[in-house]
């Protein structure tokens, strides 16, 4: 009888615990947020060299992804609205390209030549909206009004076409291989979408001017 007893108030005290742990608050769940790239933050590209200190005509950069030298230089400072997105071409740049032999594969896909001149344009993409939407800065670029290229096309590969979360702010780079001098870009962006892949705002031309 007394092991009975005793059976069942250890029962109730372990009840009682159970239950007790079941009532406390789940602890917080953090969430953290990494920007692709921030204003006073370079992330290196993995497939050109750094090319900010090519402040002037003739300046040469090399490292161990190859040698760039500067050919022509705009800073630019347009802003663009397109529905809830802010595109700002920051500035354009010309520069005669020489790949490493290391990086040779990786520009094969896009040209077997082993200089070529390349136009970069850096630009900053924000998402002004309260919800994501997805887009592509440049879905068509005519250099020259000649030659034509698109996103494909493009040799930085830095992440700036897709979904942007609500007020999310992306800095980087485009490239395209063509022959200089530059005179003219006319660009076309994609779409805004929604969640839904529903259209908000339709792509929108602009052109950028290079002067000598």
């Known amino acids: 009888m007394k092991r009975l007893l005793l059976s069942i108030t250890l029962g109730t005290i372990l009840a009682g615990c159970s239950d007790s742990s079941a009532d406390l608050p789940a602890p917080p769940v953090t969430h953290t947020s990494v920007a692709l790239e921030k204003a006073d933050v370079y992330v290196p590209n993995p497939q050109l060299p750094d090319d900010r200190m090519l402040t002037k005509r003739n300046q040469t950069v090399r490292d161990d992804k190859g040698e760039l030298t500067l050919q022509q230089i705009q800073s630019v400072k347009q802003t663009h609205s ?10 354009v740049k010309v520069i005669q390209t020489r790949p490493s032999y ?15 001149d390349m136009v970069k344009i850096r630009v900053t993409v924000t998402n002004t909206s309260k919800q994501p939407v ?79």
Not at 136 to 165: C, F, M, R, W
Not at 169 to 196: C, H, M, W, Y
């Open 134 to 212: 997805t887009f592509n800065p440049v879905a068509h670029v005519k250099i020259n009004q000649s030659t034509e290229k698109t996103i494909d096309d493009d040799l930085y590969l830095e992440a700036l076409a897709g979904t942007y979360e609500p007020s999310e702010q992306r800095s980087g780079n485009l490239g395209f291989i063509t022959e200089r001098p530059v005179e003219k870009l006319e660009f076309l962006t994609s779409d805004v979408l929604d969640a839904q892949q529903q259209v908000i705002k339709k792509g929108q031309p602009f052109t950028v001017t290079l002067h000598d």
């Open 102 to 116: 290391a990086m040779i594969d990786f520009f094969h896909g896009f040209t077997h030549e082993e200089a070529f």
């Open 82 to 91: 397109i529905g809830p997105i802010d595109m700002t071409i920051e500035e």
